[in-house]
């Protein structure tokens, strides 16, 4: 991620999340297939982050909230430490954050077995990861 503005922790385990029924990850597995998806979700509320526009009417998409990428990090032992590994990351079109605007990103991961695998359990995936956002412009982020 090339100018990290924000981020957000969406791991049900972690007090940083005071929204544990928008701010998820969902595992969703049906026996006899050979993959498994993991969804996660994320929501920035009207007031967050801290610091946005009144109004998504910008005509520069230079801010510190118009995003266009966004990745899933590892849990590292911090929330946004530098050894958290990023895990995914997608580009898009800029889209900014402002107080008028509520953003959900349903991000939907899917881990397929290569190889031919017989299930004998089922048991519950535990991991933790941040989803983080960028912007489009060279202000300086954290």
């Not at 031919?116 to 982020?141: H, I």
């Amino acid at each position: 991620m090339y100018n990290q503005t924000y981020y957000k922790v969406i791991d049900d385990n972690s007090t940083t999340n005071k929204d544990t029924s928008r701010n998820k990850m969902e595992v969703r597995h049906i026996t006899g297939n050979k993959f498994t998806d993991i969804v996660c979700t994320c929501t920035l509320d009207y007031g967050e982050p801290t610091g946005q526009a009144s109004f998504d009417n910008t005509t520069n998409f230079n801010g510190d909230y118009v995003f266009d990428e966004l990745g899933l990090k590892s849990w590292e032992g911090t929330e946004n430490g530098a050894t958290n590994k990023l895990l995914t990351h997608v580009i898009f079109h800029p889209v900014q954050k402002s107080l008028n605007r509520l953003i959900q990103i349903d991000y939907t991961l899917r881990i397929q077995s290569l190889t031919t695998f017989t299930e004998t359990s089922s048991t519950a995936l535990s991991t933790s990861n941040t989803v983080s956002g960028t912007t489009a412009g060279g202000n300086t982020g954290y």
